[in-house]
């Protein structure tokens, strides 16, 4: 942990499901990146978005294209999609990359919307 | 929150100067605002964070004490991060710290502020 140019990054990390309940008490806080591989037109047609997640697709996770905010390792990332699946190999790609904290929604946003929580389009 | 502000702060300032406080009252302000506040705390402002040691302290008795406003922050959604050399100098471990507070280095930092994030220091 000593080095200034250390960026948090964790070898072996693994990602796991939390549910909604423990997703909307992470959401909005600092430090907490919501991200939704699904494409655009596909978010609107369905669930809508949860505010403030983004879209960055699973080809692009796993190629490590990734917004600048991302070269923090030490986030925690929270992935979602329409059910859960994409979102848990969305996941497991953020892990492999090395970010430390991982996990996605059980049920994803569906789950998101049903239990009262509001989303955007 | 959909594209919430962001605000990072870098605190050099120990728990023998009175601008660690006025750090994280301004802190809780920007979170009470609605942004999403980020500490970066380097220098002797690794003090400030280290297990029991804000306990027993109020820099301003028109503030609350530096307890409060930390136990503030970080439930309101605030992050603490702490620069690794300057906790390895001071012979700290990541243990050392209060619960939440993450040794990770300037990377953290600039991500932020290439997303965009305003900046301020103290």
């Known amino acids: 942990m000593t080095s200034c140019a250390n960026a948090g990054a964790v070898e072996n990390s693994t990602a796991t499901p939390i549910t909604v309940a423990e997703a909307k008490g992470y959401h909005g806080r600092a430090g907490v990146e919501f991200v939704d591989p699904r494409p655009a037109d596909a978010i609107a047609a369905t669930t809508g978005k949860i505010p403030g997640a983004r879209l960055i697709s699973v080809e692009d996770v796993e190629a490590g294209n990734l917004p600048p905010v991302f070269a923090d390792k030490s986030l925690h990332v929270v992935t979602t999609c329409m059910a859960g699946p994409m979102a848990r190999r969305a996941a497991t790609a953020f892990a492999k990359a090395g970010f430390g904290r991982v996990n996605w929604i059980e049920g994803g946003t569906t789950a998101w919307v049903e239990a009262g929580h509001p989303t955007v389009r | ?122």
Do not use: W
């Not at chain 2, 870098?10 to 994280?24: C, Y």
């Not at chain 2, 009470?32 to 297990?51: E, H, L, Y």
């Open chain 2, 1 to 122: 929150m959909e594209n919430a502000k962001k605000l990072a702060i870098v605190v050099s300032r120990g728990l023998d100067d009175e601008r660690a406080t006025v750090a994280f009252t301004i802190a809780n302000t920007g979170i009470a605002s609605g942004q999403q506040v980020t500490m970066f705390m380097v220098s002797s402002a690794v003090d400030v964070v280290r297990k029991g040691a804000a306990d027993n302290v109020r820099m301003n008795p028109f503030d609350p004490p530096m307890k409060e406003l930390i136990e503030n922050f970080q439930n309101g959604g605030g992050r603490i991060l702490v620069c690794p050399p300057c906790a390895k100098v001071r012979g700290y471990e990541e243990s050392d710290f209060i619960d939440g507070v993450q040794v990770v280095g300037s990377p953290a930092l600039h991500a932020q502020i290439l997303d965009g994030a305003s900046t301020l220091s103290f």
